[in-house]
């Protein structure tokens, strides 16, 4: 009697777990939930950068080679025209892949505003899949097609170029910390911007720099070239625009206060 009463005791104990057993599977189904997502979000940025690098070098292809327009007003006309379409499939795939990019200033503008373990997250694997995707794109293009180009040059001295590059990567970061602070308006008017503004800024550098405001995909090009340990390279096209991504991240702090201050500050008031 003494056994039966023992074996339905321990029955009902695998029936009805205990709450601390509960707990526990819930928070190893959340880990194992968020280690997901972030593996997505690695081999997504490492797609996208692939992509992103074969979609400037095909779109050059196709306006110089296919369609034999000449580097005249309208032969760019009609490549900043696809630049610009592109950046509309591109700001698609980040929503699609929920956060997926190919510029490490993106990713380092947001890490900075979020907490330590996003900042490290970015640093150590989001950043490291983006010029790895990079590199890839690049020895692929240039098997492919050999005649393909070097990729951007520095066209002044160094000082001017990481002054240039530094401007334009406060630019650009500006615009998109803007935009993403929910300015009214659809994701057509949200992408119309920042592409027009992202465009416009890459005309301003082009001559100077390669008006690049991307370290992944310059990185890229001069893995290809051998230059990517020179000193140019570094301060250029990686020092100068993180520094200017992360002054305009700290600045945009200070001007603007975060929505959810916004919004607890709203809620007093109208409590009071």
Not at 25 to 30: A, L, W
Not at 112 to 127: H, M, P
Not at 226 to 240: C, F, M, N, R, S
Request: glycine share 8%; charged share 20%; net charge positive.
């Amino acid at each position: 009697m003494h056994k039966q009463l023992t074996q339905s005791k321990n029955l009902n104990k695998s029936k009805n777990p205990s709450p601390k057993t509960l707990t526990h599977k819930k928070v190893s189904i959340f880990f194992f939930y968020k280690m997901v997502s972030k593996t997505r979000l690695i081999v997504s940025d490492f797609i996208v950068s692939i992509i992103w690098v074969w979609n400037g070098a095909l779109i050059k292809m196709f306006v110089f080679k296919v369609l034999q327009m000449g580097h005249d007003s309208r032969g760019e006309f009609m490549r900043q025209s696809l630049t610009v379409v592109s950046l509309f499939f591109f700001a698609f795939l980040a929503k699609v892949t929920k956060g997926a990019s190919f510029n490490p200033l993106a990713v380092l503008s947001s890490a900075i505003s979020g907490d330590f373990s996003q900042f490290l997250f970015t640093i150590g694997t989001r950043i490291p899949a983006q010029v790895i995707g990079s590199i890839t794109a690049v020895r692929l293009l240039i098997d492919t097609f050999p005649e393909i180009g070097r990729g951007p040059r520095l066209n002044v001295d160094i000082h001017k170029g990481a002054l240039t590059e530094g401007l334009l990567a406060f630019g650009v970061v500006t615009i998109s910390l803007g935009l993403a602070r929910k300015i009214p308006g659809s994701f057509f008017m949200k992408t119309w911007i920042s592409s027009i503004s992202k465009l416009s800024l890459h005309i301003l550098g082009s001559d100077l720099t390669g008006g690049c405001m991307n370290p992944a995909s310059v990185m890229g090009w001069a893995y290809a070239r051998g230059d990517h340990i020179t000193k140019e390279h570094i301060l250029v096209y990686w020092l100068a625009p993180i520094q200017g991504a992360l002054l305009a991240a700290y600045t945009f702090k200070l001007l603007f206060r975060p929505q959810k201050q916004d919004e607890k500050e709203k809620l007093k008031g109208k409590t009071d």
